[in-house]
């Protein structure tokens, strides 16, 4: 069940770096970005390694409980993943994939409370992309606020 939940997990990894890859060398570099945005070699084993822990995560809770409402949670804030990368990278719309970053942070938060309940563990191992995602949303902020026209 961990490897379905690894192709699952994988499969949004792999939309959200088409969706990245095509404007990640050019859109974006244009952009004026805040003096704290990390190097753009951090990005991959940053998100390899969030999307490992949030496929074990979802696999402990699916294990105990099947599908229910915290798989529900997840699967929707999964999806709020994927289209932030299509928003503003696809999209070019800093601005509406703030919105999107604001939903995802709080579709964690509500996905790490439903986990709670049927595996401490996996509320644990959602907390480094919790961060991880509060901090996109800091600056993708910087990023509308430094480029009003974006």
């Known amino acids: 069940m961990l490897a379905v939940w690894l192709v699952i ?3 949004v990894a792999f939309a959200g770096s088409v ?3 095509s404007s990640v060398t050019t859109w974006y570099r244009g952009l ?3 003096v704290y945005n990390p ?3 951090l990005f991959m084993p940053v998100w390899t390694f969030l999307y490992i822990l949030m496929a074990i995560s979802v696999w402990l809770v699916s294990a105990v ?3 229910g409402p915290a798989v529900a949670w997840f699967l929707f804030q999964l999806t709020l993943n994927m289209a932030w990368s299509l928003i503003f990278f696809a999209g070019h719309n800093p601005r509406a994939a703030m919105v999107t970053l604001f939903c995802l942070d709080a579709a964690i938060v509500a996905t790490m409370v439903s986990f ?3 595996s401490p563990l996996a509320t644990w191992l959602m ?3 919790l961060a991880w995602c ?4 800091f600056l993708n902020m910087e990023i509308v606020r430094l480029n009003p026209t974006a």
Do not use: E, I, L, M
């Open 9 to 11: 997990v994988g499969g």
């Open 19 to 21: 969706a990245t890859s």
């Open 32 to 34: 004026n970005k805040p």
């Open 39 to 41: 190097p753009r070699w």
């Open 65 to 67: 409980h099947g599908s």
């Open 116 to 118: 709670y309940q049927y």
């Open 127 to 129: 907390f480094p992309y």
């Open 134 to 137: 509060c901090f996109a949303s």
